[in-house]
Every structure is written in C-alpha cells, then in structure tokens.
C-alpha cells in the first residue's frame, strides 16, 4: 500500500496528512535531528509555504551549530506581497539568542523566481542582523512545486 493510500485508509484528509507531517518535522527540528541539509530544509519549507493564497515570511532560528532553536512566522499579507519588518525579525533573533537564521517567503502565484522587492529585503534584512551577529544563511522563495534558494544562486 502507498503512503497517500496508507493515508487515505486511515480516514485522513490530504491535509491532515500534511499537517501531521509537518508536525514530525518540527519535532525533529526541535531535537537537531532535521533540518540538517539544504534538502531538508527546503522540503519542510515547501511543505509548511506552497498552496497558500496569500504571501507569509517565516524564520528559522539557529543556534551556533545551526541547530534549529524555532521556525516562526512573522508576517502575512497579501496576494502579491508582505510587509516584513527588519526591526520586528531582529526582536525575535534576540529573543531566541540565536547565531544564524534562515528566511523564506511563498509566492502565491506559484512562481518561485526571487524579485527585485525579495533581493533588497533579504540585502537590508542582512545588513540589521549583522549589527547583532547573527548570520542569514539562505532566504528560500517558495512556489507550488519547486523553491529557490539565494544561496544557490549565489545572491547570498
């Protein structure tokens, strides 16, 4: 039997499958036992980002090993845009006392391709967190099927 059908036999939604899987991964990121590879991190972020039909920016909150201290998200907003606040992300790295963070936004539209507005956010987001020494390693964008990672692309 397949897992959607081993889902499906347990009276399980696709969404209740999601949502429970996204529960293991947090739990494992909790115990630095997930989230350890750039694999890893863009399935739980495709995961818990695509399908939306409105833009949300997450945080994922490291630890000096790049353990995973906390994933939140921050800012919701509209179809074609977030309004993040660089002053409001520097709060919750503070709360968390962490070292480095990964950020990542959906594209409701599906398109994944980082814009113009996504690179200077990302360049002022580095910029604030760098006065507190904490190191953005990656910003993901997240479309339906696929993501892309700034640090591949070398934008990071």
Aim: with cysteine.
């Amino acid at each position: 039997m397949t897992r959607r059908k081993a889902g499906q036999a347990a009276g399980l939604t696709d969404e209740e499958i999601v949502a429970r899987a996204l529960c293991i991964l947090e739990s494992r990121a909790r115990r630095g036992d997930c989230l350890s590879s750039p694999n890893a991190v863009r399935d739980y972020l495709r995961l818990s980002l695509s399908g939306r039909d409105r833009e949300a920016f997450c945080v994922v909150f490291l630890d000096a090993q790049h353990c995973v201290l906390a994933i939140e998200e921050l800012f919701h907003g509209t179809l074609t845009q977030a309004s993040v606040y660089p002053r409001e992300v520097v709060k919750r790295a503070l709360h968390w006392n962490c070292a480095a963070v990964l950020l990542a936004h959906c594209h409701p539209s599906g398109q994944p391709e980082p814009s113009a507005a996504d690179r200077l956010l990302t360049q002022q987001l580095q910029g604030s967190l760098s006065l507190i020494d904490v190191k953005v390693l990656d910003h993901f964008v997240v479309g339906d099927a696929h993501s892309v990672s700034f640090a591949e692309r070398g934008l990071i």
